[in-house]
């Protein structure tokens, strides 16, 4: 099953917006990830919220967890250009706590 | 501060041939893992290891497949006879426990080409 699926899967925005990327899941968690990905390169860890959890600030991310929607968000605010890059959420279900990565969101942040 | 590291960055090889892929995981992490990305698509899990055995495997791990913990710090993926499907780009990740909340740390990723 899918597991993790981000929309939308593309976004564009200026320089300074707010960018706002969702996340909606199947299966029970414990946890849900959010990674960035540069073009080609390695996975980086942006923030976890656990399932007993519902909001998270780290700096300029905030994310937002609802179990009973089964779906989480990722809000970047004040956007730079370097915030350029795929997200992705990943779902950690337990057991050998595995992550199940969603398609991703592509962001563009237009100077 | 502690990162997860792979070698080499780049491999390519024919079709047939065996590759290994290394990884250095964070050093007092106990949880291994092997995820692919083909090109443009999302990362796919591969296996987990605990304790020195494999605790989960996807449908893609299959007898091609094998993955070693030659010592104290190597985490390697061999790939015995690749086929073209097997381009892809290769991470390993770690984690230092169990529990609701444990990060999966990435490495920069190994890119196989298979000619």
């Known amino acids: 099953s899918q597991q993790g699926e981000e929309d939308p899967q593309a976004l564009s925005i200026q320089e300074g917006e707010n960018a706002t990327m969702n996340c909606s899941y199947k299966t029970s968690i414990n946890n849900l990830q959010w990674y960035r990905q540069n073009s080609g390169r390695g996975l980086v860890h942006l923030i976890l919220i656990r399932s007993n959890e519902r909001e998270k600030h780290s700096g300029r991310l905030r994310v937002t967890l609802d179990t009973s929607k089964k779906s989480s968000s990722l809000l970047i605010t004040a956007s730079r250009a370097a915030d350029t890059a795929s997200y992705f959420c990943a779902t950690d279900a337990g057991g050998a706590q595995k992550l199940v990565f969603g398609q991703g969101t592509r962001l563009t942040i237009n100077p | 501060e502690p990162e997860v590291t792979q070698t080499p960055s780049h491999q390519v090889t024919q079709m047939g041939q065996e590759v290994i892929l290394r990884c250095v995981p964070i050093s007092n992490h106990l949880y291994f893992y092997w995820y692919r990305q083909i090109l443009g698509q999302k990362v796919e899990f591969l296996v987990s290891f605990y304790n020195n055995e494999i605790s989960e495997k996807s449908e893609i791990f299959d007898d091609q497949f094998s993955v070693e913990r030659p010592d104290g710090s190597n985490f390697t993926l061999k790939i015995r006879s690749t086929k073209l499907e097997d381009s892809a780009m290769y991470f390993c990740?770690?984690?230092?426990?169990?529990?609701?909340?444990?990060?999966?740390?990435f490495g920069p990723g190994t890119r196989l080409t298979v000619l």
């Open positions: 990740a770690s984690r230092k426990g169990q529990g609701l909340g444990n990060e999966q740390f």
